[in-house]
């Protein structure tokens, strides 16, 4: 299971390079991916708002503007 959510990160982070935006990513990759458990929450860090995917692994898959990690 970790190989797969460490995937999704680069896939996600992949498109993001590409210059894809977030809803872009939501809709093509994260929606119907199996391991992504529900709606993206937002929230606010340090360097501003963020977006956090939570997934079925209890981590979250987080979008910090530039990139995608997992928290």
């Known amino acids: ?6 995937r999704l ?4 982070n ?6 894809s935006d ?13 391991y992504v458990r529900g ?3 937002q929230g606010s860090g340090e ?8 997934l079925i692994t209890g981590q979250f898959l987080v979008f910090l503007g530039s990139h995608f990690s997992l928290l």
């Open 1 to 6: 299971m970790t190989n797969a959510v460490a």
């Open 47 to 54: 360097d501003g708002p963020v977006l956090k995917v939570p």
């Open 39 to 41: 709606l993206p929450i």
């Open 9 to 12: 990160v680069d896939t996600c």
């Open 14 to 19: 992949a498109e993001r390079q590409k210059g």
């Open 22 to 34: 977030f809803p872009t990513i939501w809709r093509t990759i994260l929606k119907a991916h199996p």
